[in-house]
């Protein structure tokens, strides 16, 4: 996906490198979470055979462990790398969210154009399983031009 938050990684490495490395180490524990969520449902699963179940329970230790080295290396780390990084995250889901916003507005706009036309305005109003329909004809007698008048 191409970079729409505009941030410059590039100059935010250059005067702290860490930030990469908090970065990092957050998408890790984050992939970690997310992986141990997945074991834990499977291992619920009532269709889960007994030794798929004891194979999870020791990948979720294991991965319980790493999780909480990671989040050990992330106490260690200074607070103003932490703070940076979670600002440039907040940043990339501010805009991320923005986008989503701007294409449910557009749907909107577009289904409310699609079926809600003034009859006044003279469009052509598509209602999606029918044709278009011309909809200043169903106004009343004085509205329409003169020369349309029967």
Do not use: H
Request: proline letters at 5%; aromatic letters at 6%; one cysteine or more.
């Amino acid at each position: 996906m191409e970079d729409r938050a505009q941030i410059d990684y590039e100059s935010i490495l250059k005067v702290t490198p860490e930030v990469g490395e908090v970065q990092k180490e957050l998408e890790n524990i984050a992939k970690l979470k997310d992986f141990r969520m997945r074991r834990m449902l499977e291992t619920l699963s009532q269709q889960t055979s007994l030794s798929a179940k004891k194979r999870n329970e020791e990948v979720l230790k294991t991965v319980k462990e790493e999780i909480a080295a990671g989040e050990e290396k992330l106490e260690k780390a200074d607070p103003l790398v932490l703070r940076q990084t979670e600002l440039v995250e907040y940043k990339e889901n501010l805009a991320e969210a923005d986008i989503f916003a701007l294409r449910r507005a557009w749907k909107k706009i577009w289904r409310r154009s699609a079926t809600e036309c003034l009859p006044a305005s003279r469009c052509f109003c598509t209602v999606q399983p029918e044709p278009a329909k011309l909809l200043w004809l169903d106004l009343p007698l004085r509205i329409l031009p003169a020369k349309n008048r029967k």
